[in-house]
């Protein structure tokens, strides 16, 4: 189905948010204010607000260590300044002010992330299969790092879901390293989504920078899973343009990564991308997109000024984790 005018501008208002909200971020972790620490995810924006900005509110959709999973909460309607507290320490986070880094809001169908990387498709299996017995129509959506499909945690999963034909799409949001280490030195062929074929699942690859494509790829596999079809494996191919993570050397093994090769892919910026298709369009004009952007910089920087004035917890910590835990 044609994307509406309405929902092409919400896509790239969204899009912006992520990015004015993840620039936040690096700014508070090198201001002290952030606790943690931060995986920037610029460059990838189109792949979880694609994905994720159409989905229903009970459907469940995991995060992951990129960008903390910022562009899957922010069109889920998780708040910023919640995201904020979160990895400011504060009370106000989902947390507690334990500092997870990853937010979760079952009010929204957000369960957080696991504690290891690769570990969510077990969790988003179980969701699958809470969904199917349900039997509302609801979708899991677990979207992953290129590097957490090395593990056997997905291969299980997939076969569990292929044969029980789960409402469940697994995606690989593929950035072309591992860290520092190119993708093409740990996987023996060029496309994840091959791995499909082996499980009788639809794989297919997808322009990580054109949200449009990502959501049309979500969308066929969200339609299929709730017709009770089973999985689908949709490959994004992306980039990021900042370090693996904030404050750390970007390098290419042990090598700085080439800036040639950065500069290559900024030019495929996905917000630039979409923006001049709706400037195009006649979709947006230069003044819309300006005031956007602005209301997107306000809006970030009044969470920031909520989240910083936010109380600290209070107590033992250990309190507050018990009664995360258990409802007495």
Known sequence: MELTKVQKIKLYTN??????????????????????????????????????????????????????????????GVPPRVIIAEHYGKATGTCGGLTSFHA???????????????????????????????GKGQVVVCIQGEGTYARGTFHETMLMAANWKL????????????????????HPKENFADLAIGYGVPGVVVDGQDVIAVHEAVQKSVDRAR????????????????????????LKIVEPRPQEEIDI???????????????????????EIDRINQEATEEMEEAERLATEDPLPSGDPYTFLRKALYAD
């Open 227 to 250: 017709a009770g079809d089973g999985p689908s494996l949709i490959e994004f191919k992306t980039y990021r343009i900042r370090s693996h993570a904030e404050g750390i050397p970007d």
């Open 167 to 186: 409402p469940l799409i697994y995606g690989v949001e593929n950035n072309q390293y591992m860290g520092a280490t190119p993708i093409s030195e740990i």
């Open 104 to 134: 979760a809001d079952m009010e929204v169908g957000i369960p957080g992330m696991s504690g290891t990387l690769g570990g969510d498709f077990v969790i988003a299996a179980g969701l699958g299969i809470a969904a199917k017995m349900k």
């Open 15 to 76: 899009m912006v948010r992520v990015r004015k909200l993840d620039e936040m971020m690096v700014k508070g972790l090198m201001s002290g204010k952030n606790v943690v620490f931060f995986h920037s995810q610029q460059g990838q924006e189109a792949v979880g607000v694609g994905a994720c900005t159409f989905l229903k509110k009970d459907d469940y959709t995991f995060l992951s260590h990129r960008g903390h999973g910022i562009s899957k909460l922010l069109p889920k």
């Open 265 to 287: 892919w900024k030019k495929r910026d996905p917000i630039q991308l979409f923006e001049a298709r709706l400037l195009k369009e006649r979709v947006l004009t230069k003044e």
